[in-house]
């Protein structure tokens, strides 16, 4: 999916040795005269998502990068790390932490820090083979493959 990352920019990733780009987008003229431009400010071959969603936290981008995960500068397009083998699984951003759905099922808990990996947990969510998106409604975490859904319940803070 294209993240928007700052000011008018849009990131785009996939898989299959394409990599990432990152495009600044411009409008020239108004109503009808409308024209839209999309430059290309710089390409990647650090973050291949194929079809695994990526998010950015202060300033940086965590994502899958054919399942390996890594934090990029998306200022440069330079990696800042590359760590854990998770498949071709999702991520949603949850304050400072990232919940990783691995392909094979398991949840994990990583500290979002472009400094270094930091695996906090993991417990196996889902049997069998896991590509689709996870969901956080308050404090209720769903997840789901081909075969079975789960909820979780998480912890609150008060």
Known sequence: QPRPVGQNRVLVSSGYGHGAK????????????????????WASLRLKAKFA??????GKIYGLDDGILVCLDPETGDRCWKRGRYGHGQILLVEDLLLVQTEAGELKLIEADPEEHRELGSIQA????????LTLSGNRLLLRNADEAVCYELPTVS
């Not at 969603?53 to 202060?58: L, M, R």
């Open 53 to 58: 969603n990526f998010v950015e936290h202060e």
């Open 126 to 133: 889902l049997g069998g083979k896991s590509w689709n998106t």
């Open 22 to 41: 990152l495009f600044q987008v411009t409008q020239t003229g108004e109503g009808d005269e409308a024209r839209w431009n999309a430059e290309e400010l």
